[in-house]
Nanobody, 129 residues
Framework: QVQLVESGGGLVQPGGSLRLSCAAS????????IGWFRQAPGKQREGVSC??????????VDSVKGRFTISRDNAKNTVTVDLQMNSLKPEETAVYYC????????????????????WGQGTQVTVSS
C-alpha cells in the first residue's frame, strides 16, 4: 500500500525558512516522480516543485525559483523528498502536500493534479509575524 507522510510544517516569520519532508513507501515503479503542492484557503491546489527517480533536473514554479530547493534520498524501502523553503512570504501560507506520480517531471514540466496516484495528508505552513 502506497503511503506518503509529510512533516516539517509550522509557523515561521516572513523571510524565515522551513524544511518539509515527504516519506513515501509501499510502491515499486521503474520511474516515479514526487511533487510538492500547496493549497491556500479558497484557492486551487498549486504545483510548487517536483523531482524524479532519474537524474532530470527538478521543476520549480517561477514564484519559488531561487528560494526553494527540492532533494531526494532513496533508502531501501522509503523515498524521502525534502523541500527547503527560504525567504518565505505571507502569501505562501497554505497546506503543503506531496504526491506520487508515474509521470515525467523535468525542469520545464510538472505533472498535473490528475496525474498523481497517491497523496499525503498535508502539513500546514503559516508565514506570519
Amino acid at each position: 500500500q502506497v503511503q506518503l507522510v509529510e512533516s516539517g510544517g509550522g509557523l515561521v516569520q516572513p523571510g524565515g525558512s522551513l524544511r518539509l519532508s515527504c516519506a513515501a513507501s509501499g510502491f515499486t515503479l521503474d520511474y516515479w516522480s514526487i511533487g510538492w503542492f500547496r493549497q491556500a484557503p479558497g484557492k486551487q491546489r498549486e504545483g510548487v516543485s517536483c523531482i524524479d527517480s532519474s537524474n532530470n533536473r527538478p521543476y520549480y514554479v517561477d514564484s519559488v525559483k531561487g528560494r526553494f530547493t527540492i532533494s531526494r534520498d532513496n533508502a531501501k524501502n522509503t523515498v524521502t523528498v525534502d523541500l527547503q523553503m527560504n525567504s518565505l512570504k505571507p502569501e505562501e501560507t497554505a497546506v503543503y502536500y506531496c504526491g506520487l506520480s508515474r509521470f515525467y517531471c523535468g525542469p520545464s514540466y510538472m505533472p498535473s493534479l490528475n496525474d498523481y496516484d497517491a497523496w499525503g495528508q498535508g502539513t500546514q505552513v503559516t508565514v506570519s509575524s
